[in-house]
């Protein structure tokens, strides 16, 4: 059963890093497939942040977060990472991990990705 979940989400100031962590089961991070980052602040639709690849490693990252965010993956513990650093007003938003196996070009919907967590709360507060 193909399952994920994030955890990592906390208070951070601003300037400050935050490192979220989706945690697989049921499947492994060197088959074919994706985990995407998304993320919803309040009163916002979902975004997505961006997006890594199993098969050649490839990441993908929206505007918001290049330069900034970083996603890696460690095979021998079956958790992709979300590391976040010179955090923003505008980072605040729950934070969702999806598997799913998307072209390259369509890494950014959210109808390509099958199973999601339940999210983790990432404020930005001085």
């Known amino acids: 059963q193909v399952q994920v979940g994030e955890s990592g989400g906390g208070l951070v100031q601003p300037g400050g890093s935050l490192r979220l962590s989706c945690e697989v089961s049921?499947?492994?991070?060197?088959?074919?497939?994706?985990i995407g980052w998304f993320r919803q602040g309040p009163g916002q639709e979902r975004e997505v942040v961006g997006c890594i690849s199993f098969a050649d490693i490839m990441t993908y990252y929206a505007d918001s977060a290049k330069g900034r965010f970083t996603i890696f993956k460690d095979n021998t513990k079956n958790t992709v990472y979300l590391q976040m650093t010179s955090l923003k007003d505008e980072d605040p938003a729950v934070y969702y991990c999806a598997f799913g196996d998307p072209p390259p070009s369509a890494w950014r919907h959210e109808a390509e990705y099958t199973f999601w967590g339940q999210g983790t709360q990432v404020t930005v507060s001085s």
């Open positions: 049921g499947f492994t991070l060197d088959d074919d497939g994706a």
